[in-house]
């Protein structure tokens, strides 16, 4: 039985950002769009890294990623902007260093930037989103009593280890990382409440 995802008025947009936009954010872009597409749910989902553009996704991502079925072959690195961080509803970043960039960059982007392992932990802290709540609504929640200050420093709880340069291994350990991460967030903030009626749209119960 497919579970789709609650109807609101949104339709966000959510980036994904690490160092060179050539590992692991697309990985996570990519595990990430697959889950939500196969949940009904309409979102824009960008990758975006903090140094240059226009690099292939390394060959040991991309064949990681065929391993779980998605090609990232075609993939170009692009750095990340003030105004693509702007135009984020939701920033996950892979570890606390890009967070600290994002928010440099894109002051406002603060309440809406988090490490992705960081995310999935205040989620399971404050509750899963509920129906008819927002992405910004959840995000507010999660959000609360957060300092900037407790994102000083690496975090072996809230990085996800960059394995770039490194045995294949380390991609491998990496995307099994993001997947279990996704799949704790999907089911945190887009699967509906199964306690709850569905609202439902020709038939489907979707998230815009």
């Known amino acids: 039985m497919t579970t789709l995802c609650w109807v609101t008025s949104e339709r966000p947009e959510l ?3 690490c160092t060179g936009n050539t590992c ?3 990985m996570a872009q990519a595990l990430l769009a697959r889950s939500l597409t196969a949940l009904g749910c309409e979102v824009v989902i960008r990758s975006a890294g903090m140094l240059g553009e226009g690099e292939p996704a390394r060959p040991e991502a991309v064949s990681v990623m065929a ?5 990232i072959s075609a993939h170009r690195s692009r750095k990340v902007t003030a105004e693509v961080l702007d135009r984020a509803d939701l920033t996950l970043a892979m570890a606390r260093e890009h967070v600290r960039h994002a928010v440099v960059t894109a002051p406002a982007a603060w309440p ?11 989620g399971l802290a404050v509750g899963p989103r509920g129906p008819g709540e927002s992405l910004s609504g959840w995000l507010a929640r999660a959000q609360a009593g957060r300092q900037r200050a407790a994102l000083l420093g690496n975090s072996a709880t809230d990085d996800v280890a960059d394995p770039a340069g490194g045995p294949l291994p380390g991609y491998e350990h990496a995307a099994a990382v993001l997947s279990q991460l996704i ?14 009626p569905a609202r439902r749209t020709d038939g489907l119960t979707r998230y815009r």
């Open 15 to 17: 980036l994904v950002l």
């Open 24 to 26: 692991r954010s697309p």
């Open 67 to 71: 391993g779980y079925g998605i090609d």
């Open 183 to 196: 799949d704790r967030l999907v089911e945190l903030c887009w699967e509906p409440d199964r306690s709850e």
């Open 112 to 122: 809406r930037t988090f490490t992705l392992a960081e995310l999935v932990r205040r």
